[in-house]
């Protein structure tokens, strides 16, 4: 029998993806919707036995708001968290907000509906492995060290880091390029690269993470970058197009 659930995700297209493929293996998708704020409205207004409910950022404060809100306003509706490879706390937020269930975001469909009906069962819908390696970090920290800012670091190219430190800085892609000595469409696809490694959906969320990572400060004490005009301070937010 199939479930009648809702898909809310910040990402348009990928909560249309996913609840096209949901429609196909004969599942009732309610509402395939992107609000940056007010899931929490929509998921109780619409009652679905199943919410899936994406986030990019399970570790932040407030990522489970909507989460608890659903859960004292609906308490019949199973919400299973969509997310990142995650971090432990991320994966304890998530259930101790009242979250059914966690799905990485690169799992196949078979998985994800898995998860769906394990959760209106009123089953813990969570891989055994990620919440093996959850408690082990959380029982563990000091033989599991928790630096994310070094972890992103290992991801990027020198190129790449000083790229996201122009971003950081303001830099549109013009800039970058004339500072790097590159062409625009190369600046571009770094760019775009970069966001891509980050698992982030913009230049500001890339700049946040960096800060609040670290990232930033371990780049400019290992990372020789371009010498270049000075760039407009305090300008984080103003990004253009990647």
Do not use: W
């Not at 009648?4 to 949901?22: C, F, G, N, T, Y």
């Not at 490694?197 to 800060?211: F, I, P, T």
């Amino acid at each position: 029998m199939g479930v009648r659930l809702m898909v809310v995700d910040d990402h348009r297209l990928l909560a249309e993806a996913l609840a096209s493929a949901l429609k196909l293996r004969g599942h009732r998708v309610l509402a395939a919707a992107a609000p940056s704020a007010g899931a929490a409205d929509l998921v109780v207004s619409r009652a679905p036995e199943v919410c899936l409910l994406g986030t990019a950022a399970p570790a932040e404060p407030g990522a489970f708001e909507p989460v608890v809100r659903i859960k004292r306003e609906r308490p019949q509706v199973a919400v299973v968290v969509l997310g990142p490879v995650p971090s432990p706390l991320g994966i304890a937020a998530a259930f101790a907000a009242g979250a059914s269930g966690y799905v990485r975001h690169n799992e196949r469909i078979e998985g994800v509906e898995r998860a769906m009906l394990k959760a209106r069962a009123g089953e813990a819908a969570v891989e055994p492995q990620l919440l093996q390696g959850a408690f082990t970090e959380l029982l563990n920290p000091a033989a599991q060290p928790d630096d994310e800012g070094a972890r992103l670091l290992q991801l990027l190219t020198p190129r790449e880091v000083e790229v996201l430190v122009r971003v950081a800085e303001g830099e549109d892609t013009r800039l970058i390029a004339a500072g790097m000595g590159i062409a625009p469409s190369t600046a571009r696809t770094h760019v775009q690269r970069v966001l891509m490694k980050l698992g982030v959906g913009s230049r500001l969320e890339a700049a946040a993470l960096a800060a609040r990572t670290g990232l930033l400060d371990r780049a400019a004490g290992g990372v020789p970058v371009t010498s270049r005009p000075a760039p407009p301070r305090g300008v984080v937010g103003r990004q253009g197009g990647a």
